[in-house]
């Protein structure tokens, strides 16, 4: 009987419970045997796994976090480190892995598969959705909508106030969150890192006056050393614009939990079905995507080119619409 091993790594997402489950159920009814393994690759060199049954993963699709908790590894990262966790897993006679995790599980993920000729499918499990290959990775929808709810409610008070907000959003270096959680939200403007200059952003901002017809203003910021940061931004205009009233909210981590959507739920449920079948058709350092409402296998070294475009189209559609 073939064994196989499911981890989650790096930044936790809502939807990898969901993950957890598809890939545990699907791969026990193609007659595999399946093991979880602890915190990532911490938990794989240190040997922290368990057999699991279809049980171990009952009543978590709708649970945010990992059950399977998730971890950082610096020892993953040399060849000892991974020399070790190879060792972990032929005592096991675990065969495959299943990595759930964002740029940097895949990156180690295609270090470790090209290293030891080991096959590894990958999930695409991060809020950011910042993997090429994927219409939308596993979290990315439930972190939208947890923005767009606080948007909502900054709003009431920025209204109240006739204050300019600066929100600033996850992303690490991607603005699809700051810019669809800006559309979704109706905020006036979004500063992302794919935009060459920031300064063109935000002069572009105040060249506009904040729409003085407006009561408020929400600018939602991509959180990225590019981007300077909603703390950075605000320090700016007050400093040249002295007369707006300006606060900054940063909505950190809370952006990261939740029970996730209904499309986070089925798109993990999809991925991880559709990561057994990539096993069973002998399939190795693919990442699992959407595109199109169809299943596609991205190779490793594509995803995680981080060049992952963003759509003029929206960032047309934001500017046409905030006038
Ligand atoms: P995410 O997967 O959310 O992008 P990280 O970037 O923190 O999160 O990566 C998670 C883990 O993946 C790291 O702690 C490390 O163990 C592993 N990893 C990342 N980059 C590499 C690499 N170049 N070589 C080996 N392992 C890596």
Redesign the pocket.
Same mark, same amino acid.
């Given at each position: 009987q073939r064994a196989i091993g499911i981890l989650t @790594? !790096? %930044?936790d997402a809502p939807g990898m419970n969901a993950a957890i489950r598809a890939v545990t159920r699907a791969a026990i009814f193609a007659g595999f045997k399946v093991f979880g393994i602890m915190r !990532?690759?911490?938990g794989l060199i240190t040997d922290e796994i368990e057999e699991f049954s279809t049980q171990n993963v009952s009543n978590i699709i709708q649970r945010g976090g990992t059950i399977l908790k998730t971890?950082?590894?610096?020892?993953?990262?040399t060849k000892e480190g991974?020399q070790c966790a190879y060792d972990v897993l032929q005592r096991h006679g675990i065969s495959a892995l299943v990595v759930i %995790? %964002?740029? !940097? @599980?895949? *990156? %180690?993920a295609r270090?470790?598969a090209n290293e030891f000729q080991f096959q590894i499918i990958g999930l695409p499990? *991060?809020i950011d959705n910042d993997l090429y290959g994927t219409d939308s990775t596993i979290g990315y929808d439930t972190a939208l909508n947890t923005i767009m709810d606080c948007v909502d409610k900054i709003r009431d008070t920025a209204t109240s106030h006739e204050r300019l907000f600066f929100i600033e959003v996850m992303g690490?270096d991607a603005g699809f969150l700051a810019l669809n959680g800006a559309i979704a939200s109706g905020a006036e403007a979004a500063i992302i890192p794919e935009v060459a200059t920031q300064e063109d952003q935000l002069d572009e901002l105040i060249a506009n006056g904040f729409r003085k017809s407006k009561n408020s203003s929400i600018v939602l910021v991509a959180e990225s050393p590019s981007t300077g940061g909603a703390m950075g931004l605000a320090e700016r205009v007050k400093k040249e614009y002295p007369n707006y009233d300006v606060r900054v909210s940063i909505l950190g981590h809370l952006q990261r939990g939740g029970s996730p959507t209904a499309y986070d739920r089925i798109l993990a449920s999809r991925m991880g079905a559709a990561a057994v079948d990539a096993l069973l058709d002998d399939q190795r350092n693919v990442m699992i995507g959407i595109k199109n409402d169809e299943i596609v296998y991205v190779p490793f070294t594509k995803a995680i080119k981080n060049d992952k475009p963003i759509n003029r189209e929206l960032m047309s559609t934001l500017r046409r619409l905030s006038i």
């Open positions: @790594s !790096g %930044g !990532g690759y911490k971890a950082r590894c610096k020892e993953f990262q991974r %995790g %964002g740029d !940097g @599980s895949l *990156t %180690g270090i470790f499990g *991060t690490r």
